[in-house]
């Protein structure tokens, strides 16, 4: 009310209760629209800059405990109760504040809803009756669920004048009781993961697979052309990537989602699904897969490794742990100890661990520059360094337990018991 009043006496002092345009714009508590209000009989109540960083920590404090909603929803829910508050009169004294913030989180859980999402998506050769369940996840054909939304007012505009005759399936994804922005966020974040587990198994089956895609994220085209000029003469050049038959990979990944592999990846989609505000062990391989697909989409090789370390040094880095210097060395031989626990040659894993590790602090401390690189002179494919790293990741925090919090002792601990264990020489021989 004081503002209104200096609104009205001096509309410069008033500017001076903001430390910015953007609070100044957004002074005005405005009435929610199910209160059915006419305008006319609206009132208008003005926040400062001061009491809307109040309501920012208010929010910020309030969201670490509720995970089913972003920080700006809740202040948007927090301004909406705020206005009918202020409109009956209501007081500030705790009593005031604690009904208010009850209505608040009324709201709140009124509004959450389970939602499923249909993303679409590319799997080439997954015949039209098969279905591919991970875990809330799930593959299906494209055709069952375009036939239902015929009728939608968007549909000539999205889909019908648009081709969409790149992809055949839609990733379909189930997100628990959240709001709508927390909902869809949640939903594309699953995506991704789910993208990076298939472009795991498909690197783990030696298949490039360039044709599986997430048709919401960049793609590598089937075809692609250039012109090049020189003395007023053209020429068109292009390149063109042909389809690999990938039946038998659908057939293959759906046996290991049958496996103690897949219970665990069905574990992590779940995860995924309902994050916590909590950092547990599992989060690090939603994290690893989540970087090995961004990584599978990029089209430059450098920006590949980058990505690729980023997704390993998420499994074998232990933060505030462990000094700057025995970093290197600690990712070379955890990364090393991962896979030569199931496939042996640990002394190459560890070379091969190094030089990704090194190529990757040059490209990001600069002592390579990014753009100047035609290609990684790495002499290995940094993918299958990476695939089996992850995977023998899933069965180790498995073991140590998905859920722990915290981890990061319980961790280092291990990954030193697995060092004395790589000691043993029947890890220096290839496994059959």
Partial sequence: QSLKNTFNQSPELYNN????????????????QNAGESIQNQVQFFLSSK?????HEIAK????SIDSITVNEYIYEIR??????????????????????????????KKAQDLTYFFPFNAPSLSPEKEIQIGSAKIIHKNNI????????????????????SFNCLLSITIPKCSNKMSESRAQNVAKFIYGVIKVFTASYRLKANQINLINSPTKSDMSHHIVSNRDKYRISGSYSFSEDLQDFWNSFEEDLETDLGLIIKKLTLQAASPSNKEFLAD????????????????????????LVTALERLVTVKDKEKNEAITENFSHRVSCLVAIYHG???????????I???????VHGSQSIYKNYGVNLGFDPFQLAYPTILSACILFYKIGLELNPYEETLQKVYSELSEICKDERYKTKKL
């Avoid at 009491?51 to 309501?55: D, E, H, K, M, S």
């Avoid at 690893?288 to 090789?301: E, I, V």
């Fill in 61 to 64: 404090r309030q969201c670490l």
């Fill in 17 to 32: 209760s903001f430390d910015n345009d953007i609070d100044l714009m957004t002074a005005i508590l405005q009435s929610p």
């Fill in 345 to 355: 040659e640990i002394e190459e894993w560890r070379s091969k661990s190094k030089q």
């Fill in 80 to 109: 909406s109760e705020m206005y009918l508050h202020l409109r009956n009169d209501g007081s500030f004294d705790t009593s005031g504040c604690m009904k208010l913030m009850s209505r608040v989180r009324k709201n709140i859980d």
């Fill in 51 to 55: 009491a809307q960083r109040i309501l």
């Fill in 146 to 165: 375009y036939a239902k939304v015929k009728d939608d007012r968007y549909y000539n505009f999205f889909i019908k004048d648009h081709s969409h005759t």
């Fill in 357 to 363: 590790y090194n190529l990757r602090s040059d490209l």
């Fill in 284 to 307: 690090r391989l939603i994290d690893a897969f989540y970087w090995f697909g961004d990584a599978s989409r990029d089209s430059n090789s450098s920006a590949q490794v980058i990505k």
